[in-house]
């Protein structure tokens, strides 16, 4: 007997509902598998995610307590700094303003000098003499004493401060000449010593200007004067009026000189005329305006000068 013909006929409509059973069966299987294992893991799902959290949350306290304290070394480290930081402060400002208080002490007064004459290189002794008598007496020496007076050792850095100072009152021909050195002098001495052995005048010329420096009017009269001071400014031809007029101005007695320097002659014969004036009102017994000076007064139609007076003759 054939078996298939024991077997009951199954359609293709049938075949299909069975596969779809069949599908929907092993899907409500699977759904049941995995509500069982749910059940089952549940409680150690969510141990374990509990023991995630707990760990998790104990790693980001470890992270958080760790910070604080970095956090609080640091503060710890910038209040210690800060309290050293206005220690010092606080002892700097005390040393600055006792600093203060010592430099801004009142210093003693002192006497003003005259302004410093400047030097272009004339090579006259009159202006040679001038410049050394001013870097002396109004660069020099007062710079020593307030140096000295201040209870300091005068060194040679301050010899070369007066050396540099000096040399900013050169002008022209001497300015060129200290800035062309190579090799600059150390002290005044030596400074004022370069500046004579370049620019005095010639030994004869000097000679003569000396014996015209010390010439003096004396008690004789201006005109007696001014004959041995003509005698001698024949001897130096090179002589300038202005020279000239420094030094006859600088050898008239004393009263006629001031009442000449009130008149602020210009050249030599301006001076001249107001000596001789000078000289007849104040001393005239020694005075002798006749003769050629008589002659020159009655030339010229002066008034006889009025002393202490800026008018001119």
Known sequence: MDLREGMEQVTPQQSTQAASNLARVSSERK????????????PQIHRLMKEQEQRLGAEFQAQLDAREA????????????????????????????????????????????????????ERTLSALLRWKSGARDRV????????????????????????????????????SWFELLVVRPASFHDLT???????APHQAD???????????????S???????FRALALKCPSLSDHERLFYFENGLEE?????????????????????????????????????????????????PMELGTQSAC
Do not use: C
């Not at 910038?78 to 600055?96: D, M, Y």
């Open 31 to 42: 759904e049941a598998m995995k509500a069982e294992l749910l059940q089952e893991m549940g």
């Open 70 to 121: 970095r956090f609080q070394s640091e503060i710890g480290g910038l209040r210690a700094a800060l309290a050293t930081q206005g220690e010092s402060s606080s002892s700097a400002t005390l040393s600055g303003v006792m600093k203060n208080v010592s430099v801004s002490a009142p210093a003693m007064p002192t006497l003003k000098t005259a302004p410093m004459v400047h030097y272009g290189g």
């Open 140 to 175: 020099y020496l007062p710079a020593n004493t307030e140096w000295m007076d201040s209870g300091r050792q005068w060194t040679s850095a301050q010899e070369e401060q007066v050396v540099s100072t000096l040399a900013t009152y050169f002008i022209n021909d001497s300015q």
């Open 193 to 199: 010593g370069l500046v004579e052995a370049l620019y």
């Open 206 to 220: 000097a000679k003569t200007r000396m014996e015209m420096l010390n010439l003096s009017q004396g008690r004789s």
């Open 222 to 228: 201006v005109q007696d004067y001014e004959s041995r």
């Open 255 to 303: 009263q006629v000189k001031m009442q000449v320097a009130m008149k602020e002659p210009q050249i030599y014969k301006e001076a001249l005329k107001y000596a001789v004036l000078a000289d007849a009102v104040i001393h005239p017994q020694t005075s002798r305006p006749r003769g050629i000076w008589g002659a020159a007064q009655q030339a010229q139609e002066t008034a």
